[in-house]
Nanobody, 121 residues
Framework: QVQLSESGGGLVQAGGSLRLSCAAS????????MGWFRQAPGKERELVAA????????DYPDSVKGRFTISRDNAKKIVYLQMNSLKHEDTAVYYC??????????????WGQGTQVTVSS
């Protein structure tokens, strides 16, 4: 059974930084594409960062490009999301997820429980 556990969320002032971590229990971590999603109250869940199995290719929506960085450590089975220059509109519950299929977009198969990020303006 795959388990993903996020940590690192919290309250931060606008302009500040946070680093989220997601630890995976799956033995074959390196065979999964990893993504970070977020969902704010009343809004749909959105993909904010994704990384290929090797970590060599990443993708971001324009809303976070240049501010967020996703990375992974396959030996430790951890994926990170470094968030800089945080804005009030970044406030959301952040989830990490694994995808077994090809490509960074599409259906993600396993999800963590989420961690709250609150950015005060």
């Amino acid at each position: 059974q795959v388990q993903l556990s996020e940590s690192g969320g919290g309250l931060v002032q606008a302009g500040g930084s946070l680093r989220l971590s997601c630890a995976a229990s799956v033995r074959t971590f390196s065979t999964y594409i990893m993504g970070w999603f977020r969902q704010a109250p009343g809004k749909e869940r959105e993909l904010v960062a994704a990384v290929t199995r090797s970590g060599g290719i990443t993708d971001y929506p324009d809303s976070v490009k240049g501010r967020f960085t996703i990375s992974r450590d396959n030996a430790k089975k951890i994926v990170y999301l470094q968030m800089n220059s945080l804005k009030h509109e970044d406030t959301a519950v952040y989830y990490c997820a694994e995808r077994a299929g090809a490509g960074l977009a599409g259906k993600y198969d396993y999800w963590g429980q989420g961690t709250q990020v609150t950015v005060s303006s």
